[in-house]
T-cell receptor, first 115, second 112 residues
């Protein structure tokens, strides 16, 4: 597709369940980011991929959060044993450059609600 | 903690007027700044960026000003239109070795 695609767009789950969020970056973009946006808040960095490797995982809030990227393309963010405080919009972005390339191309996000 | 913040959480302007959205940053090492626009239900969209070796940069109807002395960044939108209604985020980066740090955002409402 022309832009970053994320799925599902909305996910409602029960506390304690695992969820997987998917990101399809723009073709050819080597860098991929996951951010989290809580209601009325700014974007909180979670993890950065360059190719298939993740040189910066410093934003993952706990060991319940993990992410992988395969084939230098699709990425999956997994949240295990979800908690209510995990409720947020999870945004994925891709770009051709590294950290100092500001023009990140964002998807529309996956809205997660944990009941 | 937040190293990027905002002076005003909401801003209402009349259509056709100029808008000024402000942002403060606390890290003097930050050398790259970006403004993003986020419309309801969408992901943020890049507007304009500026590096620390500049104090002003202009785009189409937008101007970003950087004052390194007081660690202040602003976004000026000329002739504000209804389509400019959105939340605007500033973001910073230092030395290209860290991910962008976003502020909490300012909601701009344009009154027709």
């Amino acid at each position: 597709g022309a832009g970053v695609s994320q799925s599902p767009s909305n996910k409602v789950t029960e506390k304690g369940k695992d969820v997987e969020l998917r990101c399809d970056p723009i073709s050819g973009h080597t860098a991929l980011y996951w951010y989290r946006q809580s209601l009325g808040q700014g974007l909180e960095f979670l993890i950065y991929f360059q190719g298939n490797s993740a040189p910066d995982k410093s934003g993952l809030p706990s060991d319940r959060f993990s992410a992988e990227r395969t084939g230098g393309s699709v990425s999956t963010l997994t949240i295990q044993r979800t908690q209510q405080e995990d409720s947020a919009v999870y945004l994925c972005a891709s770009t051709t450059g590294g950290y100092n390339t500001g023009e990140l191309f964002f998807g529309e996000g996956s809205r997660l609600t944990v009941l | 903690g937040e190293s990027v913040g905002l002076h005003l959480p909401t801003l209402s302007v009349q259509e056709g007027d100029n808008s000024i959205i402000n942002c403060a940053y606390s890290n003097s090492a930050s050398d790259y700044f970006i403004w993003y626009k986020q419309e309801s239900g969408k992901g943020p969209q890049f507007i304009i960026d500026i590096r620390s070796n500049m104090d002003k940069r202009q785009g189409q109807r937008v101007t970003v000003l950087l004052n390194k002395t007081v660690k202040h960044l602003s976004l000026q939108i000329a002739a504000t239109q209804p389509g400019d209604s959105a939340v605007y985020f500033c973001a910073e980066n230092y030395s290209g070795n860290t991910p962008l740090v976003f502020g909490k955002g300012t909601r701009l409402s344009v009154i027709a």
